[in-house]
């Protein structure tokens, strides 16, 4: 998928899923398929956009550790 190319380039790449649970487990699989993939370019990212409280505190955290976003992709995917 892009975000396992994207990580591949040497992108930092975060990993959006309602839980963290579910968001670390998609990091393992690009660990699985890309071990060479440092561990600095992936990272969860949780945001459960049913809980917009929720919502704000991961966006407000996201904005304070990176300086800026290059790029954004959604997958509705089941």
């Known amino acids: 998928n892009i975000a ?3 990580a591949l380039k040497g992108a930092k790449v975060y990993f959006g899923a309602r839980n963290k ?17 440092p561990d600095k370019n992936l990272a969860p990212f949780v945001a459960d956009f049913s809980d ?5 505190a991961s966006a407000e955290e996201l904005v304070s ?3 800026r976003l290059d790029i ?3 997958n509705a995917a089941a």
């Open 4 to 6: 396992h190319q994207l």
């Open 21 to 37: 649970a579910k968001a670390e487990g998609a990091i393992a699989e690009v660990k699985k398929v890309s071990p060479s993939v």
């Open 52 to 56: 917009l409280k929720q919502l704000k």
């Open 65 to 67: 550790k990176e300086e």
């Open 72 to 74: 954004l992709v959604n």
